[in-house]
């Protein structure tokens, strides 16, 4: 019964052939080309913000039927965190929210599977903190606080929890 939603995802939006794709991926992502799945999920998430959530779900039912098409996914996802670190998307504070997120949830194990672009990543967003004005407080906050996370080895010192999350409370 848990797997009914499987085949509800929005994907009309592709042509026939496409979606027949998706739906395939999504059922035995062993049988197709998972790089070319995740670069037609990238390239619609990026002209479409709304498909994006949506690519999310199917990425990540895609990752827990298949258990290590991340590997696929790898350059994909890393484009996808590229864009976030460009200066219009850091000017958005929804953007940086879901930039940092992301690297809280998967920046680790992205890493360890290819390491030069995270630290091409990180300097971007290094530049971004110090040099790109008309950052809210939030999205500074946001930034060192991840930059401060990969720095400490994936993790949250004390010190770093209680400066960042000081006003969260149990």
Not at 115 to 140: H, I, N, T, V, Y
Request: hydrophobic letters at 40%.
């Amino acid at each position: 019964m848990g797997d009914t939603g499987k085949e509800e995802y929005k994907i009309q939006s592709f042509d026939t052939e496409t979606q027949q794709l998706l739906k395939t991926a999504l059922k035995d992502p062993s049988s197709v080309d998972l790089e070319k799945v995740a670069n037609i999920i990238v390239d619609q998430s990026l002209k479409d913000c709304v498909f994006s959530k949506e690519a999310g779900r199917i990425c990540y039912t895609i990752i827990q039927v298949n258990n290590m098409p991340m590997m696929a996914l790898v350059n994909p996802v890393y484009e996808c965190l590229f864009r976030l670190a460009q200066p219009d998307s850091l000017k958005k504070e929804e953007e940086v929210d879901c930039l940092v997120l992301q690297l809280h949830r998967i920046g680790e194990q992205l890493e360890k599977m290819n390491s030069q672009p995270m630290d091409e990543l990180f300097s971007l967003l290094r530049d971004g903190f110090l040099l790109e004005d008309g950052l809210s407080s939030l999205s500074q906050l946001l930034l060192l606080e991840i930059i401060e996370f990969r720095a400490a080895d994936w993790k949250m010192t004390d010190a770093a929890q209680k400066y960042y999350y000081s006003e969260v409370t149990d």
